[in-house]
């Protein structure tokens, strides 16, 4: 029996059901209203999805990618067109933003996998800096800086989403449904192909695997699921602008992988929860919220850079480097 796999699953369940506790205890004392709660909620629901995706391109193919916010953006403002222009239904709108992120992913990543390191992190960081300064002058198309406003809710027949508790369940079930398609990815021959290109690429390439082909399937797959986050970021708030999706968000979504524990869909998901969550917990201390965050990133870093949650394959990276 492994007893080292039930002890850790043991406290990543306990850590997912302190966390909610933890809110309700707020919560009860009048520190945080309910519907509050279920905004801190839901917000983590998005940047679940967003550090997931962000892994499978980071953790898992072990490419740094500094504009993983374009995808996002891509998909929040397809379906906000869609929504304004057409009145089409979310969930059909959200498989259109995700393509077409995807097929942008695919697109970035033919000339820009050419490229290794840091010269790949500078044409990405370019392409999510590009794409954010046409959504903010292309003003017959995204109404520039001002945005764009009166983006329909979800439907199913004639039920709307509309109250916090709907979109709560409603990005539970995204988060589930990315999640799944990473473990999906992580135990096929794929994804242990893309971990080989991670570790070592020209021995992977030596060994027959099409290292362009597998490269260019995690851009698409993380793009993919990035578009999807945006499109149900644009349904919740019912408005969208450049000013959401700056080259800090790409940052923030990489501190929550690399925090959380990169290649670990566990750790992924704990980081993004925690650095989502963390600066809406301390909004009472706001003039001190921004020194606890840099404070916490600097004692991970020195004293646990595997991450908050720990894997084996990772720590034994660590030692060996």
Do not use: Q
């Not at 079930?173 to 991670?198: C, H």
Request: proline content about 2%.
């Amino acid at each position: 029996m492994n007893w080292v796999g039930i002890i850790r699953r043991f406290w990543a369940f306990a850590l997912a059901i302190s966390i909610p506790l933890i809110f309700l205890f707020l919560s009860s004392f009048g520190i945080l209203g309910f519907d509050y709660l279920l905004h801190i909620a839901i917000l983590c629901g998005i940047y679940v999805i967003l550090s997931v995706s962000l892994d499978i391109i980071v953790g898992m193919a072990g490419l740094l990618n500094l504009g993983h916010v374009a995808f996002y953006a891509i998909g929040a403002y397809i379906t906000a067109l869609l929504s304004l222009h057409f009145g089409m239904n979310f969930f059909i709108s959200a498989l259109i933003s995700a393509a077409a992120s995807g097929i942008c992913g695919l697109l970035l990543g033919i000339p820009a996998l050419r490229l290794r390191g840091d010269y790949l992190a500078i044409v990405t960081l370019g392409f999510g800096e590009i794409l954010r300064i046409t959504l903010n002058n292309w003003d017959s198309l995204t109404n520039g800086p001002r945005g764009l406003t009166g983006i329909r809710h979800p439907s199913i027949g004639g039920f709307v989403i509309e109250r916090p508790l709907h979109f709560y369940y409603l990005v539970l079930l995204l988060v589930a449904v990315s999640i799944a398609l990473y473990w999906r990815i992580e135990r096929t021959r794929m994804g242990r192909a893309l971990v080989a290109i991670r570790e070592d690429e020209i021995a992977a390439a030596s060994v027959g695997i099409d290292v362009t082909k597998l490269k260019l399937f995690a851009f698409w797959i993380g793009a993919s699921l990035a578009g999807l986050a945006g499109s149900f970021f644009a349904s919740w708030t019912g408005f969208v602008s450049p000013d959401s999706f700056t080259f800090m968000e790409s940052v923030l979504i990489l501190c929550m992988v690399v925090l959380g524990g990169m290649g670990n869909v566990l750790g992924v998901c704990v980081g993004a929860i925690v650095l989502s969550s963390l600066p809406e917990i301390l909004r009472e201390f706001r003039d001190y919220r921004m020194l606890f965050f840099g404070l916490l990133l600097i004692v991970m870093l020195a004293f646990r850079p595997e991450g908050i949650v720990k894997s084996k394959r990772r720590a034994m990276e660590l030692k060996r480097g």
